[in-house]
């Protein structure tokens, strides 16, 4: 059961960064400005020469990340092959995602000096399903043995 809520909430994180994923793709595409309110900069962050790699947007980047973690994670409750393995791929990504928001973070402080309220909810997003996939593998219940 506890595994059961931690995947439905990990699915709602992975929902929350998708659309914040999307929301910064579209700013990015339409060269519109992010309504960042009176706090951080996102204009600055968003136009920096970081907030791409060879062309590709880090928002396109971050967006498909999410929809493979949602895609991973409602896929493990068919069980078999996703329910083995599912959990571990959710925990690479979340990895490789939260490292990759660590070095993001740092750009944004030490290089941009700027901060982007919505990279910073993408990296809490990713961090945070990083943790949950960590517990969800150490608390995996046991199949019950019906003989």
Known sequence: MIV????LISIVLACIGLVDSLYLLWVKVTNRYALCGPIG??????????????????ALLGAGAYVVLILLLI????????????????LGITIVGT?????????????????CPYCVVSAVVIFLLFGLSIVRLIVDE????NN
Do not use: M, Q
């Not at 490292?99 to 901060?115: D, P, W």
């Open 4 to 7: 059961k809520n931690i995947r």
């Open 75 to 90: 896929l493990e409750s068919r069980g078999g092959f996703w329910k083995e393995y599912a959990p571990y791929l959710v």
């Open 41 to 58: 900069d996102c204009e600055s962050v968003n136009s920096s020469r970081y907030s791409e790699i060879g062309g590709v947007p880090i």
């Open 99 to 115: 490292i990759y928001s660590i070095y993001l973070t740092y750009l944004e402080i030490a290089v941009i000096h700027a901060i």
């Open 142 to 145: 046991p199949e019950l043995d």
